[in-house]
């Protein structure tokens, strides 16, 4: 799908993120994207450039919630988190996406919430990254997660 030039979330998704595509469809792609290499930090971005949620087809409204459920499930079947955060600013990058990230047990009081952002550079793993996409992705494509 074409994509502005000039916007960050576009130059990605027409790349290959580290451990490939977790989830894509015609509306969607999912992947590990740089600046969030944590194990069990997915970006779901919309695949055609549209700056918002608001701006969200009707189609791509009504798969949202699905997308979500298949990428939370195999998010928790790959990592076990306490807790998965759905985390969407926009303001840097304004092309409509949104973070799943995975919080575990491990990760102390002081950083859970909103400051798990502010700390993820202590979190971040490119390959242990890498092999949880690889495992969500391969589970996804086997569909072995319930709908």
Same mark, same amino acid.
């Given at each position: ?37 944590? *194990?069990? $930090?997915?970006? @779901?971005?919309?695949? &055609?450039? %549209?700056?918002?949620?608001? /701006?969200?087809? +009707? ?34 990058? *304004?092309? $409509?996406?949104? @973070?799943?990230?995975? &919080?575990? %047990?491990?990760?102390?009081? /002081?950083?859970? +919430? ?34």
């Amino acid at each position: 799908m074409p994509g502005l030039s000039n916007c960050h979330i576009c130059l990605v998704l027409g790349s290959e993120p580290l451990g490939g595509w977790v989830y894509r469809d015609e509306r969607w792609a999912a992947g590990v994207h740089p600046d969030a290499e944590v *194990p069990g $930090w997915i970006v @779901l971005s919309l695949r &055609r450039h %549209a700056e918002g949620m608001d /701006a969200m087809s +009707g189609d791509e409204a009504a798969s949202f919630g699905t997308v979500l459920t298949l990428l939370s499930g195999a998010i928790t079947k790959v990592c076990r988190p306490e807790r998965i955060y759905l985390l969407s600013f926009g303001d840097l990058n *304004p092309h $409509w996406h949104l @973070l799943l990230a995975a &919080r575990g %047990a491990a990760v102390p009081v /002081a950083h859970r +919430g909103p400051q798990l952002w502010t700390h993820r550079h202590r979190y971040l793993d490119p390959a242990a990254a890498q092999a949880a996409a690889e495992q969500m992705g391969q589970l996804l494509a086997e569909d072995s997660l319930p709908r």
